[in-house]
Each structure stands twice: as structure tokens, then as C-alpha cells.
T-cell receptor, first 109, second 117 residues
Framework: DAKTTQPTSMDCAEGRAANLPCNHS???????VYWYRQIHSQGPQYIIH???NNETNEMASLIITEDRKSSTLILPHATLRDTAVYYC??????????FGTGTSLTVIP | NAGVMQNPRHLVRRRGQEARLRCSPM?????VYWYRQLPEEGLKFMVY????????ESGMPKERFSAEFPKEGPSILRIQQVVRGDSAAYFC???????????????FGSGTRLTVV
């Protein structure tokens, strides 16, 4: 089963930054943290991944704590189309991604 | 470069029939993973395959479910004698390399929605 912990749901005002936390206290030293999202039953969509350093791409930023036990996904300017379930995943258990229940983010107009 | 292609997008089967779900990985990807998502639930891992090999089927139900990834052609998830509880979205993902030390992520398909009536 997933070894990450995320809040069940969050709201964010449109245009504001959405900060989604994740605890992954059992992550191994060489394991990346991945973030995916699923928009209304579509296939999961890759967002970003990181190991130790903070990462940024065109979709989001990923802030990883120094002890690597938690991370925060930041959507800098949330839009209505960012409403989705966001999954934080680590691969500590083996070859597969284990999806927990994720965080259901609702962007409010 | 087409993404992961799954077909059909929607599949309706009567109880007792067989369901065959197909997944064509991204070009150059030789690792395929199947996930199932029951209504209002998260994705659950089912099986991990490489060409002509099943690497990990720890998430597959013991009966009625099978998967293959032949040398040529798509990966197939086969469900025999379907029951209503098999109704779900089935997602396929592919990756370029085994996990190893490189930590490559997956690319998911759009899924097949199976409805058993």
C-alpha cells in the first residue's frame, strides 16, 4: 500500500497558489518522489518528480524538505482546470507506483 | 509520438462473458503496468510486464484475470467470466526502463471503462 500521507481535500481560490503537502517519512535514500494528478477519471498525468533538490517545471514546483520526509507541490497560479485529485507517490515498495487516496483539490472561481 | 493507447475506451459485457483490454505502450517503451480503479477509489496496481514476461502480478486477482505482453503487438488484460464487481476503469502505463536506480516515471493511457451488466 501507499506509504505517503496527504490531506483528503483542499480548496484554493482561482489565481492563487495551491500548496499541496505530502508526508513520505519512509522514503528510501535513493527514491524519487513523484506527483501525478487525475482529472475527472482521466488517466493520471505526470506533474513533477524530485530527489533532494527543489524542482520546477512549466506545471509546478516541488519543495522537498532537507530530511526528505515530506514535500509540497506548488501550483503557482491555480486555474479551474487544475481541479483534480493529486497523488504524491514514492517507490519505496518496489517497482510499481502505489497510489493512495490523494488530495482532491477544488479550485474555486 | 503517440502516447499510451488503450482500447476500447468503453466496454460493456454481460456477466459471464470475457473482456479483453488492449494497451499499446509508447514507442520504445518495453515495460507495461496495469492498474484498476474502482468507482470512487484510488488506482490499485495489478501487474507489471516486460516483453514476453510477467515480472510482478502481486496485484492480480487469483482467478479469472490474466495478462500478457507478447513480443509483437499490444499488452492484453483478459478477464474471464466477468462479474459486476469487475466494473471499473482499467489503466495501462508504460515506461522506458525498469525502475533500477534511474527512477523513470510512467506515462498512463486514458483507460478502458468496463461495465458489466
Amino acid at each position: 500500500d501507499a506509504k505517503t500521507t496527504q490531506p483528503t481535500s483542499m480548496d484554493c481560490a482561482e489565481g492563487r497558489a495551491a500548496n499541496l503537502p505530502c508526508n513520505h517519512s519512509t522514503i528510501s535514500g535513493n527514491e524519487y518522489v513523484y506527483w501525478y494528478r487525475q482529472i475527472h477519471s482521466q488517466g493520471p498525468q505526470y506533474i513533477i518528480h524530485g530527489l533532494k533538490n527543489n524542482e520546477t517545471n512549466e506545471m509546478a514546483s516541488l519543495i522537498i524538505t532537507e530530511d526528505r520526509k515530506s514535500s509540497t507541490l506548488i501550483l503557482p497560479h491555480a486555474t479551474l482546470r487544475d481541479t483534480a485529485v493529486y497523488y504524491c507517490i514514492d517507490l519505496s515498495k518496489g517497482n510499481q507506483f502505489y497510489f493512495g487516496t490523494g488530495t482532491s483539490l477544488t479550485v474555486i472561481p | 509520438n503517440a502516447g499510451v493507447m488503450q482500447n476500447p475506451r468503453h466496454l460493456v459485457r454481460r456477466r459471464g462473458q470475457e473482456a479483453r483490454l488492449r494497451c499499446s505502450p509508447m514507442k520504445g517503451h518495453s515495460h507495461v503496468y496495469w492498474y484498476r480503479q474502482l468507482p470512487e477509489e484510488g488506482l490499485k496496481f495489478m501487474v507489471y510486464l516486460q516483453k514476453e514476461n510477467i515480472i510482478d502480478e502481486s496485484g492480480m486477482p487469483k482467478e479469472r484475470f490474466s495478462a500478457e505482453f507478447p513480443k509483437e503487438g499490444p499488452s492484453i488484460l483478459r478477464i474471464q467470466q466477468v462479474v459486476r464487481g469487475d466494473s471499473a476503469a482499467y489503466f495501462c502505463a508504460s515506461s522506458l526502463l525498469d525502475r533500477g536506480p534511474f527512477n523513470y516515471g510512467y506515462t498512463f493511457g486514458s483507460g478502458t471503462r468496463l461495465t458489466v451488466v
